[in-house]
């Protein structure tokens, strides 16, 4: 919860507030970036001494996207699925409606059922991956479906297939993907606390809760100290970190994204921006 003062400025707070204007010091509630309200007429001066400034009306609307995407899975049914479905096959470009449906008949229900499919696309929207390739994510799978067993394991290489798309609103203006790795001496840590492999291919890890809070706070640290800069890079690790990562990460309300290094591909310029340090 927070509170929002539509009649002022909220100044993003870098290393040092020297030379900042007085106000409410309070976290973004996005990023939980250190930050203060300002009045607006103060806004030139926040700017001066290197704050970024937002508009009450920014912070609201970016705080509403990112409740409506954390939630988007919630709200996807068996009934919204079917739904989703005939509608590809009622677009105005007929050719596309008639393939998509070509498609829908040859795949489902026996290659891809509806109840795996909706599992999967769960797993992709509660990491705020867009569902709009569905010819994609069927076909991939249909492919994989035989050998990789579980939704969240299908769930993975239907993120590879989907690399260019996850990419798509990291990658900035001189086409570099911002991104945040763990200090190699973490995955010796994960090794001596991994559990036995199970069919999800999670790769989970029973740190203890030492270990987790250490883990935790200093992901948290580093992106917050490069929120300040307006850098909001995804943490990178093996694939089969990646799901486990996501999720201790999520548990303690940390909302940047969690990429594997095959989802960056051959064509992506990674940029790294910093290591979280074990």
Known sequence: KGLLRPDQTLALLGDNAAGMPSGEDVLEPVFKAPARWIETAD???AAI??????????????HLLEVIKQNLARLLTLKSLR????????LSDQERSAANKRLL????????????????LKL??????????????LETISEVRAHAGSAEAICELVRQRLSLQLLEDLRRADGTVPLLQLAGEWEDTFNTYALASDSSGAGNVALPPELFQKLTQAAADKLALLSEDGVFPAIVSSAARRRYLRTIFQAKGITAPVLSFEELGSNAKPALMGVIPA
């Open 105 to 120: 008949d040859e795949l489902m229900p026996e290659k891809v059922p509806p109840e795996l499919l909706l599992a999967v």
């Open 43 to 45: 806004q030139e001066v």
């Open 83 to 90: 739904k989703l479905l005939d509608e590809m096959c009622n």
């Open 49 to 62: 001494a290197g704050a970024t400034t937002v508009s009450a009306n920014e912070v609201l609307a970016t």
């Open 124 to 137: 992709l929207l509660d990491e705020g991956v867009s569902i709009r390739n569905l010819g994609t994510i």
